[in-house]
């Protein structure tokens, strides 16, 4: 925790303080952010509170009275509700205005942690608690200069592996045939004997499949992939080091054949929706202007509709990227949320629109962003037009 650069935060949002709250670790943005042991026991409530100015407070239970004595600042314990009430009261006297994991509607889901009843509490006192969503994408998503270095590894790893791939899918289908399972542990071993280390997947969908745009072959579901068929990756890993970022993308293909007039439009739909986001986001970063998630989303689906495909485009356009394959920064999201947060200087986030047409094929093109200060590139290689196998 870098206690000055969260409260100058605190200051520049014009807010009192930042008040953490958990039990029973149901917040795990608050230990990462505060560098406690996620792994600690908790089976009471506990309080800290980063003022925008002076000396952090807490508030514990006197059974784990120790659970924040890492953390800087004076403590308070408590045992009943009713002190526990008081000195929630006094550890917040002279402050207002209070930033909490919160989101208004639950708006942002990543960040509504804390309960209804707490914030009830909280506005008796007559506090306004306003969401932490920026200030979890500053503290929880800006990407350290080593985290970013990790990123490029797992890129030039991910992206040979999938080249490579591809290459085995051909030989494997031209051969003694192959299906979307075994193409999975392909990949796998790949990656495990590159040093990568990943969440679930990687996601082999074959023709009607690649319509499914989470679907996961295994043992007992896996299509056998032939001559003719449509083919979609989605692959993604980081380094097997505390702190790497991940990397995350999506191709298409067909095998042996040249793609179908609708399979080329809907894929050049997809790239240039793609790509019409990528353009928001570069002039946005070269001009020195602030864009948030949804804005971002807004150029890529205006495009699809344009196309006359917006009914078929059912997901955002893209996620945030850090130790976490999701993570918890600003996602490009105008329809499943209106995502009002900046893309920050030095986070990472994946641009993925994609069309999905049940029983026939889906399209998903997907590249990574890394935004610097002044400017924002693609981490990695950009697919301009369907594989071949």
């Given at each position: 925790?870098?206690?000055?650069?969260?409260?100058?935060?605190?200051?520049?949002?014009?807010?009192?303080?930042?008040?953490f709250y958990d039990h029973h670790h149901r917040d795990p943005l608050a230990y990462r952010i505060l560098g406690l042991d996620e792994n600690a026991l908790v089976t009471r409530r506990w309080f800290y509170l980063i003022p925008a100015d002076g000396e952090p407070k807490k508030?514990?239970?006197?059974?784990?009275?120790?659970?924040l004595d890492s953390l800087p600042g004076s403590k308070l314990e408590y045992s009943s509700w009713q002190e526990l009430e008081a000195g929630l009261s006094k550890l917040l006297t002279g402050s207002r205005r209070l930033a909490m994991q919160y989101s208004p509607r639950n708006a942002i889901m990543a960040i509504s942690l804390v309960d209804a009843g707490t914030v009830e509490v909280l506005r008796e006192m007559g506090k306004e608690i306003v969401s932490s969503a920026d200030l979890v994408s500053q503290f929880e998503a800006v990407l350290s200069e080593a985290q970013i270095a990790s990123h490029y590894v797992?890129?030039?790893?991910?992206?040979?592996?999938?080249?490579?791939?591809?290459?085995?899918?051909?030989?494997?289908?031209?051969?003694?045939?192959?299906?979307?399972f075994?193409?999975?542990?392909?990949?796998?071993?790949a990656m495990r004997s590159e040093g990568l280390v990943w969440e679930h997947g990687p996601n082999m969908s074959c023709g009607a499949n690649s319509a499914d745009s989470h679907y996961e072959p295994d043992a007992e579901r896996s299509l056998a992939i032939r001559r003719g068929d449509f083919v979609l990756i989605d692959i993604w890993a980081k380094?097997?080091?505390?702190?790497?970022?991940?990397?995350?993308?999506?191709?298409?293909?067909v095998v042996d054949r040249e793609p179908?007039?609708?399979?080329?439009?809907?894929?050049?739909?997809?790239r240039d929706a793609r790509d019409a986001a990528i353009r928001a986001i570069q002039r946005a970063y070269k001009a020195g202007l602030p864009i948030a998630g949804w804005q971002a989303d807004d150029a890529a689906r205006a495009v699809i509709h344009g196309a006359g495909f917006g009914e078929w485009f059912t997901h955002r356009t893209g996620h945030n990227i850090a130790t976490e394959l999701h993570g918890n920064g600003a996602h490009l999201d105008n329809?499943?949320?209106?995502?009002?947060?900046?893309?920050?200087?030095?986070?990472?986030?994946?641009v993925e629109p994609g069309l999905y047409f049940p029983g026939?094929?889906?399209?998903?093109?997907?590249?990574?962003?890394?935004?610097?200060?002044?400017h924002a590139v693609v981490t990695g290689r950009i697919q301009t037009e369907l594989v071949r196998i």
């Open positions: 925790m870098n206690l000055s650069d969260i409260q100058a935060a605190l200051r520049d949002q014009h807010l009192d303080g930042w008040l508030l514990v239970h006197r059974i784990e009275s120790g659970r797992a890129q030039e790893k991910l992206d040979q592996i999938l080249t490579e791939g591809w290459r085995e899918l051909g030989r494997r289908v031209r051969g003694a045939g192959t299906d979307e075994a193409m999975v542990d392909y990949l796998q071993r380094l097997d080091k505390p702190g790497s970022c991940f990397y995350d993308i999506t191709w298409t293909g179908s007039e609708r399979e080329q439009l809907v894929f050049q739909t997809v329809l499943e949320t209106h995502d009002e947060r900046l893309l920050l200087p030095n986070t990472c986030f994946s026939e094929f889906g399209v998903r093109s997907e590249i990574n962003m890394m935004t610097r200060p002044g």
